[in-house]
T-cell receptor, first 115, second 114 residues
Framework: DTAVSQTPKYLVTQMGNDKSIKCEQN?????MYWYKQDSKKFLKIMFSYNNKELIINETVPNRFSPKSPDKAHLNLHINSLELGDSAVYFC??????????????FGNGTRLTVT | AQSVTQLGSHVSVSEGALVLLRCNYS??????LFWYVQYPNQGLQLLLK??????LVKGINGFEAEFKKSETSFHLTKPSAHMSDAAEYFC????????????FGKGTLLTVNP
């Protein structure tokens, strides 16, 4: 009965490859997010979708492309992986985009290692 | 720009001692403030939040935080540390009235010694 689930948990790949991370939430939330946590634990938002529509798109390389087939899923596809992409990627969801009354529910993260 | 500063990347306390994790924010408008906790190999979990009203906010696991506008602070405290409190703690802020876009501090690792 995991609320926000990400797959895979670990992903090791070589530079130049293309990979995807999947996220699903069973909370009935309208909004989903991708966050990146670097090696120093710093968390930064990458994207946010509300009902399948992109609402936040931070300064992220074009190699990163989110896709939301429905409001319960938000996948992250990364092309031409680089060493600097190594990080932990967290998916999250919230009931609405209403901010303070919509706390985030996080998945357990996907640790991406690019060699 | 909205930001938070967490003083001290690592705090170490003895079991039973007071926990104090510091967070200061910069904001030109009343912010919404949050504390999240991250246990090893897990995602973040909301501990507590301040939106409006009472400035002393109580959260889960015995934690509380006080919003002090004059000091632009939102420090997290717990009277008596437990071994299970060992984790990374993140202070976060969103600008009042904005879309949901959390800005996180750099985190404070809390270790609890027996």
């Amino acid at each position: 009965d995991t609320a926000v689930s990400q797959t895979p948990k670990y992903l090791v790949t070589q530079m130049g490859n293309d990979k995807s991370i999947k996220c699903e939430q069973n909370l009935g939330h309208d909004t989903m997010y991708w966050y990146k946590q670097d090696s120093k634990k710093f968390l930064k938002i990458m994207f946010s979708y509300n009902n399948k529509e992109l609402i936040i798109n931070e300064t992220v390389p074009n190699r990163f492309s989110p896709k939301s087939p429905d409001k319960a899923h938000l996948n992250l596809h990364i092309n031409s992986l680089e060493l600097g992409d190594s990080a932990v990627y967290f998916c999250a969801s919230s009931p609405t985009t209403g901010g303070h009354n919509s706390p985030l529910h996080f998945g357990n993260g996907t640790r991406l290692t690019v060699t | 720009a909205q930001s938070v500063t967490q003083l001290g990347s690592h705090v170490s306390v003895s079991e039973g001692a007071l926990v104090l994790l510091r967070c200061n924010y910069s904001s030109s408008v009343p912010p919404y403030l949050f504390w999240y906790v991250q246990y090893p190999n897990q995602g973040l979990q909301l501990l507590l939040k301040y939106t409006t009203g009472a400035t002393l906010v109580k959260g889960i696991n015995g934690f509380e935080a006080e919003f002090k506008k004059s000091e632009t602070s939102f420090h997290l405290t717990k009277p008596s540390a437990h071994m299970s409190d060992a984790a990374e703690y993140f202070c976060a802020v969103i600008k009042g009235g904005s879309n949901y876009k959390l800005t996180f501090g750099k985190g404070t690792l809390l270790t609890v010694n027996p």
